[in-house]
């Protein structure tokens, strides 16, 4: 390869940083350390994802042995982790058991003293995957929310058994973001038992398979409820919004209210449409997370899976409904366990610390290089600056976060990029010392140390690429500097300087060398 096309590669690359990375401060984002923002520990309830399974359990077996017409007077959840199955017949208690044994493996079985009663909870092995599968599915759901919402470069991973750790720089409306990241928005449908009275209510005589849940009117200014009206609704959900597809604000004709329109898959049309079609005349409650946002009179069959959610106090609220239902509710409530605000100005106090020790690194190995390797020593301070740039122009192109870590890891990588010249520059001054040209001194030197750069190297993109796999946010901020300063000074301590020398010296006789 002639000195054309190297000079050419060389001023392309160069190019390219400089035009990824400008402007600066809009190209390359801050990490939370840096900028400030929120840090949020959530905690997953694991237990009730388990007590979830059993309810959702126990509604399959209830409908499962009605198919299969077996005479059975209740199928109940009994404590937190248990289903008992009360029989009207011994005979069928053989008939439940295979059905059981066949359909659901998770379940054993547990003796116990009540005639014609079996009774089942899941195995240890089925309830670790429950709560393993709830924290994972609790971290994808929160990704999926705050994707939405709209923060840049957020950190959300898992810690412990049961939380889940959110870290949003630069935001701007904590408490919505609180909201929207706690808010299980576990969405159901329940038909309303009309035949119940507001006297039934007030004196607790309600059917065992009911349930009363109530429409609450939030203060806006204090976020205190001011009314509780209270619905008897059946107590198996009739339908719930794992169908849901998608979610979008509108207003409603009649009074120009915000309204949250959602649409459910070709499994939920379905049900949808037979869920309207057998109620019509009756009342179907809309419950998000327990609370009632509306009990609607089912006039007419719904077809098309097409439905809306009304009773938002504000546009803003409708918005952040709409973003839950689309990205899906959280299998388990979550607590907030841990909320901490990091102010902007300890982002300032560490970008100026961190700018002040990177210059006077910069300028320290600058000056060193100079005065102890002479003319070659600011050969590498070019290959060093070009070094600087191509870090800061890969990190812009990519929109690599930089955080305090990834400071420090920019500052690594500048000693190792001076440290393959100083390999080379001593290798060079051997050969010298052996009685060889300057020229083939420099020849010689570039080819014996090139195995010794590659190795060193090589071992720390490795090591980088494991912090980068099981490291945290900072930790993988440091592990991506790192890795994107190794690449760039391999290319400049080992290219471009062997191109600088080549240039200038190459077709001179040169009798001695500045080294």
């Keep these: 390869m002639n000195l054309k096309v190297r000079w050419a590669i060389i001023l392309i690359v160069l190019g390219w940083s400089v035009f990824s990375m400008l402007p600066l401060d809009k190209k390359i984002k801050l990490g939370l350390d840096l900028q400030g923002g929120m840090h949020v520990v959530l905690g997953v309830d694991t237990e009730k994802a388990v007590e979830s399974r059993v309810d959702s359990t126990a509604g399959q077996l209830r409908k499962e042995l009605a198919t299969d017409k077996i005479n059975f007077s209740y199928v109940q959840k009994s404590g937190k982790d248990k289903i008992n199955i009360g029989l009207n017949s011994a005979a069928d208690m053989d008939k439940v058991k295979d059905i059981v044994s066949k359909n659901y493996p998770a379940l054993q079985d547990i003796s116990i003293s009540e005639e014609n009663t079996l009774s089942y909870m899941f195995d240890p092995k089925s309830v670790k995957q429950i709560k393993e599968s709830a924290v994972e599915q609790s971290l994808e759901v929160v990704r999926n929310r705050i994707d939405q919402f709209g923060v840049s470069e957020p950190v959300i991973q898992r810690q412990g058994e049961s939380q889940v750790v959110v870290q949003l720089p630069g935001i701007t409306d904590p408490d919505r973001a609180i909201n929207l990241i706690g808010k299980t928005a576990q969405l159901k449908f329940y038909m309303v038992d009309d035949n119940v009275s507001a006297n039934d209510v007030s004196s607790g005589n309600i059917p065992f398979d009911d349930v009363v849940l109530y429409q609450k009117k939030t203060d806006k200014a204090t976020g205190k409820v001011i009314s509780k ?51 019509i005349g009756k009342r179907m409650a809309i419950v998000l997370d327990d609370n009632v946002y509306s009990a609607p009179m089912i006039k007419t069959r719904i077809p098309g899976g097409s439905a809306y959610i009304d009773g938002m106090d504000s546009l803003q609220e409708a918005k952040d409904l709409a973003i839950v239902l689309r990205a899906g509710s959280l299998p388990a409530p979550v607590s907030i366990e841990e909320n901490r605000t990091v ?129 945290t946010g900072p930790i993988k901020g440091f592990a991506v500097t790192l890795s994107i300063g190794i690449l760039a000074s391999l290319f400049t301590a080992i290219f471009v300087t062997k191109v600088i020398f080549w240039t200038f010296l190459g077709k001179k006789e040169v009798k001695s060398l500045s080294i």
Excluded: H
């Excluded at 300032?348 to 005065?371: E, H, P």
């Excluded at 050969?379 to 400071?407: C, E, H, K, R, S």
């Design 343 to 471: 102010g902007p100005s300890l982002g300032n106090d560490s970008i100026n610390s961190g700018v002040k020790a990177s210059v006077i690194g910069f300028v320290l190995i600058v000056v060193f290089m100079g005065i102890y390797y002479r003319m070659c020593g600011w050969v590498a301070n070019i290959a060093l600056f070009t070094n600087f740039v191509i870090i800061l122009g890969v990190m812009a192109q990519f929109g690599a976060t930089l955080t305090l870590p990834g400071i420090a890891g920019i500052i690594l990588t500048v000693g190792m990029a001076v440290d393959a010249n100083v390999l080379i520059f001593e290798r060079v001054r051997e050969e010298i010392r052996l009685g060889r040209t300057p020229l083939n001194a420099l020849e010689y030197g570039f080819e014996k140390a090139f195995s010794t750069i590659m190795d060193a190297n090589i071992t720390t993109i490795i090591a980088a690429i494991v912090l980068f796999q099981f490291g």
């Design 229 to 279: 009206i209270p619905y008897v609704l059946k107590a198996e959900a009739a339908l719930t919004g794992e169908y849901i597809t998608d979610a979008e604000v509108n207003f409603s004709s009649t009074y120009n209210l915000p309204i949250v329109q959602f649409k459910l898959d070709a499994a939920g049309s379905k049900l949808f449409e037979e869920l309207t079609g057998e109620n």
